[in-house]
Each structure stands twice: as structure tokens, then as C-alpha cells.
Antibody, heavy 122, light 106 residues
Framework: EVQLVESGGGLVQPGGSLRLSCAAS????????MNWVRQAPGKGLEWVAY????????YYADSVQGRFYISRDNARTSLFLQMNSLRAEDTAVYFC???????????????WGQGTLVTVSS | EMVMTQSPATLSVSPGERATLSCRAS??????LAWYQQIPGQAPRLIIY???TRATGIPARFSGSGSGTEFTLTISSLQSEDSAVYYC????????FGQGTKVEIK
């Protein structure tokens, strides 16, 4: 079955850290460009980070630059997001999303996980 | 900074009627525009990419148009299952989403 499954969300205090995972199955993960997208409660979608298929190209939204780090393990078909120095405004559901194949970096996101909730609160 | 502006914020349409959603980019994005449908509690689903190409499995009642800075998503005959929030996204320069249009069934 083709799917992305996120895990690792939870409640964390401001200033704390959390590591999210996204397990891929049924897709050519090693050739897939991947992204993290978040959605604050009751709000819209915000792109967070991108990583190329081999991990050589990485981009971040300004709002998380220097605090969040995206990585991947193609052997384990997994995507990760290390989140440090968390703030209340980072509270959101975090989705992993695949960039549509064979479109290069200018791609929409054709496959999404169900999301994992991160709550930053004391 | 790229800004995507959607209108209206909420659209109330009777079943079988046409729904027209708009999306404007702050600068030209050529045809690098996608539309997503998000039903409450679910992940977004890609419905249109390249401004007018339907994604796999998307019904023909969904159509997209536009290029440059002005884009439209049309649902030709609204069904109850189309009640959702619709987001546009530019992928010409990074990735930026609009704030969404909520489509309600009247």
C-alpha cells in the first residue's frame, strides 16, 4: 500500500526539542523528493522544509531556519524533522508530503501522510 | 516574498450549482499552481496541478484555469462530498499556500 505515516508528535515545553519521523511504504522513496508541511490549529498550510532524493539539497522556511533540520534515511525509507528551540507558534499538525515525481524541484505535493500533532506549551 | 491570496474566504453553494474559487499570486508563477482539497480531520489531497491538469482519480467536475498571477478553480456541479477547504499553492519559487477558501453546501 502506498502511504506515508508520521510519528513522534507530542507535548513539549517551550525551548525543548522533538524529532518527527515519516515512514514511507509502497513508493520509490530513494528517488522521491520530500517535504514537511505544517498546519496550526484552525489555520492554513505552511511549507516547512524540503529535501532532495539524495539529501544533497535542503531548504527551509524562514520561520524555522536554524532551528529545524530535515534529514532522510533511504535504506529505512524514512524522513525526519529534528525540531529544536521550539516555540508556542510551532504548535501544529506536521505532515510529510512527497513532491510529485519527475517534475524536479518545481513540484506540487502528490502524496501526504495523515499528520502528527506537536503542541508547544508549558 | 511570494504571497498567494484566495477569495472568497467562504463560499456557500447549492448542490448541483457551480462553485468558482479564485487565487492570485503577488508575482508571476507561470502555470506552477496547484489546488488541494482538505476535508476536516484529513490530510490535503492534490486535485489540480500545472494550473489545469487534474490529478489521478479526480472527477471531471473539477477544473482549473489561469496563468501568470490569476487562477481559478471551478467545481461545475457541486456534490455534498465537495464540502471542504480548498488551498492554492505556488511551486514556481519555493512553495507558498493561499489562506484557503471554505466551500459549504447551502
Amino acid at each position: 500500500e502506498v502511504q506515508l505515516v508520521e510519528s513522534g508528535g507530542g507535548l513539549v515545553q517551550p525551548g525543548g526539542s522533538l524529532r518527527l519521523s515519516c515512514a514511507a511504504s509502497g513508493i520509490g522513496f530513494s528517488t522521491s523528493e520530500m517535504n514537511w508541511v505544517r498546519q496550526a490549529p484552525g489555520k492554513g498550510l505552511e511549507w516547512v522544509a524540503y529535501i532532495s532524493s539524495g539529501g544533497g539539497a535542503i531548504y527551509y522556511a524562514d520561520s524555522v531556519q536554524g532551528r529545524f533540520y530535515i534529514s532522510r534515511d533511504n535504506a529505512r525509507t524514512s524522513l525526519f524533522l529534528q525540531m529544536n528551540s521550539l516555540r508556542a507558534e510551532d504548535t501544529a499538525v506536521y505532515f510529510c508530503a512527497r513532491a510529485a515525481p519527475r517534475m524536479g524541484i518545481q513540484s506540487p505535493f502528490d502524496l501526504w501522510g495523515q499528520g502528527t500533532l506537536v503542541t508547544v506549551s508549558s | 516574498e511570494m504571497v498567494m491570496t484566495q477569495s472568497p474566504a467562504t463560499l456557500s453553494v447549492s448542490p448541483g450549482e457551480r462553485a468558482t474559487l479564485s487565487c492570485r499570486a503577488s508575482q508571476s508563477i507561470r502555470s506552477n499552481l496547484a489546488w488541494y482539497q482538505q476535508i476536516p480531520g484529513q490530510a490535503p489531497r492534490l486535485i489540480i496541478y500545472g494550473a489545469f491538469t487534474r490529478a489521478t482519480g479526480i472527477p471531471a467536475r473539477f477544473s482549473g484555469s489561469g496563468s501568470g498571477t490569476e487562477f481559478t478553480l471551478t467545481i461545475s456541479s457541486l456534490q455534498s462530498e465537495d464540502s471542504a477547504v480548498y488551498y492554492c499553492q505556488q511551486y514556481n519559487n519555493g512553495w507558498t499556500f493561499g489562506q484557503g477558501t471554505k466551500v459549504e453546501i447551502k
